[in-house]
């Protein structure tokens, strides 16, 4: 019985306790892991070729042209 009073002790100092306590309090882990944020940006690069085309290089091409126009 004098073990389970020293134990009772123990955990009042809250010398180990403390440890586990900022443990729990990990919800900051969750942030720093991410793996999600690595996939959105590689669905990313798809929507950029698909905007690419819509932006073709015939606007550039026609300026040129009239910028030759004026030349």
Known sequence: M?????LSSAPPLGNPP???D???PGPP???PMPPPMPMSI???PPSIPPSM????????PAV???STRTW
Do not use: D, I, Q, T
């Open 2 to 6: 004098s073990s389970g009073n020293s």
């Open 18 to 20: 403390p440890p586990p």
């Open 22 to 24: 900022p443990m729990p």
């Open 29 to 31: 882990m969750p942030p």
């Open 42 to 44: 590689s669905p990313s």
């Open 53 to 60: 085309p819509p932006m073709p290089p015939m606007p550039p």
């Open 64 to 66: 040129a042209c009239g």
